[in-house]
């Protein structure tokens, strides 16, 4: 018997680890996850963009929101911590990053407006996790309602497209957070939605056992063909790299923050940091 099977025969595969986002990084180009995950020295990234900064802002309010005493959880408080939490990167100038703050602020206190101050969430920012035969599946939760027919995922969206009940069915990332509020809360959580607050609509789907079983296992498909790619990685040649990496240009590429460093994504013309936000 060898030294390795003394030490290898009969311990657990180690499991591969992965955010929702490192998955669909890969589904949506191999390249952009190679050169976001893999490559080192860290390839050139463009700055941040405008509408991410528009997200970012509105994703700590609301968080923040729940954290003031009972007495101030008031809409106008909502667009308060808007203001003070306010990224300003990646704007055309100042003037349309103060347009696009006044704007987030009012969405986040017309959305407040609709919130009960007094039914506190289960979980806000909360990281949930959950295992499959072959993966450790983690991510953060928005926020985790616990409602009349049972635990349910909440996602802010804020984005110029409204999502649809089939991107509430479809994403990943939400199955994974049900899975993992369900590990945590020793409690099936079925319900996942997405809260977009530019327009103030709800899509939200309600996932079944076989439903979320079926995400599950696309992802532990995923991650043990992640976990080989990376594995192989440092001993590719850069012809290897390219071939096990390719680039799936289109249009999104142009506001992709690796363009600078992507060959391929480069043949899409750049778009502006601040295209993403409404003027």
Do not use: N
Request: net charge neutral; hydrophobic share 35%.
């Amino acid at each position: 018997m060898s030294d390795d099977q003394l030490v290898l025969d009969g311990m657990p595969e180690r499991l591969y680890a992965a955010t929702p986002a490192r998955l669909s990084t890969y589904r949506d180009c191999p390249r952009k996850y190679r050169l976001a995950y893999l490559d080192r020295p860290a390839p050139v990234r463009t700055a941040g963009r405008g509408g991410t900064s528009v997200g970012a802002s509105v994703h700590v309010a609301l968080a923040r929101w729940w954290d003031l005493p009972r007495a101030r959880r008031t809409p106008e408080a909502g667009g308060t911590l808007l203001t003070g939490a306010w990224v300003d990167e990646g704007f055309r100038d100042t003037a349309q990053s103060a347009a696009a703050r006044r704007r987030a602020a009012a969405d986040v206190e017309r959305y407040l407006a609709g919130i009960d101050p007094d039914h506190e969430p289960l979980a806000v920012e909360r990281t949930v996790s959950v295992r499959t035969a072959r993966a450790s599946l983690w991510g953060r939760v928005d926020r985790l309602d616990d409602r009349a027919e049972g635990l349910v995922v909440v996602d802010y969206k804020t984005g110029r497209r409204a999502p649809t009940e089939d991107d509430a069915r479809d994403s990943q990332a939400l199955a994974v957070y049900a899975a993992g509020a369900a590990a945590l809360m020793h409690r099936p959580c079925r319900r996942v939605e997405l809260h977009h607050l530019p327009s103030g609509t709800v899509a939200g789907f309600e996932h079944t056992e076989q439903t979320l079983d079926r995400h599950l296992r696309a992802a532990d498909d995923l991650a043990a063909t992640l976990a080989d790619l990376d594995a192989r990685h440092p001993g590719m040649t850069p012809q290897q790299r390219r071939e096990e990496f390719p680039a799936r240009v289109a249009p999104r590429c142009g506001a992709c923050e690796l363009r600078p460093s992507c060959g391929p994504g480069q043949a899409v013309p750049a778009e502006a940091p601040w295209s993403g936000v409404p003027d």
